[in-house]
């Protein structure tokens, strides 16, 4: 890949460190990188590939300066005020926020899903929510496979999906302390159906985000999808029950080979030695883990799976820096 000049937007925040340590490990092919964060950040330091950074503040200038790939990870807000001002300067923004993700006029992007996808980008790719991605990698082989009329999530979703605050609610509730920085109740000891805000419907904005990106990035309007999205006392990764309704039926153990073989995903399904999926074991790791493989005897060509992944690497910054590997590739 060619040197490119990048910029990381919202570089002092859980997910912006985690993009610098990615960059890093993959060993991202930067010439410049240029680091912006908040009026309260600016002049704080941060490293990478062993070089000190200091962190600018954000301004409607600051894709003044030659930059081809922005990262982006300091709100919605944020981005819906500087993604197009850097997309009008010729920067390719890559977005983890919600703000562009449904946008009709921009793609969503998981590399091992829909990587044709970065084509028609006009200056702007969002990067899916964090459940959404660890899902659609699973769900991508068995629809192209068999096809999937209808899917069920259940997500057993760790604190750090909420940032700082939801980290800082769990380490405190451990230690017999309940602070309410992040969520409505204390989340020690505890499981909240409750991410995002609730909506007219009953859903939440969260479980409407993995119904609605799952059919855009499959590329599938007619799927039938429902979800119900918890919050769970764990500080790292994500974990989904997935129940799919498929329109072929299947061989279990070829199942097992079709996602052993997909990209993206390792497979531990070995019940019998207690082998499956494990958020410990997730953290801090790039794939997505698949297990409890198993036929749902209630409905025709039914299955289950169990699918974990670090939603702050995997979910979040591995993701986008893989996407702006693609970009790199394509300029």
Known sequence: MKKINLAVVGATGMVGRTFLKVLEERDFPYDQLHVFASAKSAGEKVTCKGIEYTVQELTESSFDRNIDIALFSAGGDISKKFAPIAASKGVIVVDNSSAWRMDQNVPLVVPEVNPEDISWNKGIIANPNCSTIQAVVALK???????????????????????????????????????????????????????????????????????????????????????????????????????????????????????????????????????????????????????????????????????????????????????????????
Not at 162 to 186: F, I, M, Q, R
Not at 204 to 227: V, W
Not at 287 to 296: E, L, N, Q, T
Request: glycine share 6%.
């Open 141 to 331: 082989p068995l629809h192209d496979q068999y096809g999937i009329k209808r899917i069920i999530y259940s997500t057993y979703q760790s604190v750090s999906g909420t940032g700082v605050k939801g980290v800082k609610d769990l380490e405190e509730g451990l230690n017999g302390n309940d602070l309410l920085l992040a969520y409505p109740h204390p989340i020690a000891h505890n499981c909240l159906p409750h991410i995002d805000v609730f909506l007219e419907n009953g859903y939440t904005k969260e479980e409407i985000k993995m119904i609605e990106e799952t059919k855009k990035i499959l590329g599938d309007y007619n799927l039938k999808i429902t979800a119900t999205t918890v919050r769970v006392p764990v500080f790292n990764s994500h974990s989904e029950s997935i129940n799919i309704e498929l329109e072929k039926s299947f061989d279990v153990n070829e199942v097992r080979e079709l996602l052993k073989n997909s990209p993206g995903i390792i497979l531990q399904d070995d019940p019998s030695a207690n082998v499956y999926p494990l958020a410990r074991a997730a953290a801090g790791t790039d794939a997505v883990y698949v297990g409890r493989i198993r036929r749902d005897e209630s409905i025709e060509n039914g299955l289950n799976m169990w699918v974990v992944a670090d939603n702050i690497r995997k979910g979040a910054a591995t993701n986008a820096v893989q996407i702006a590997e693609l970009v790199t590739q394509s300029l």
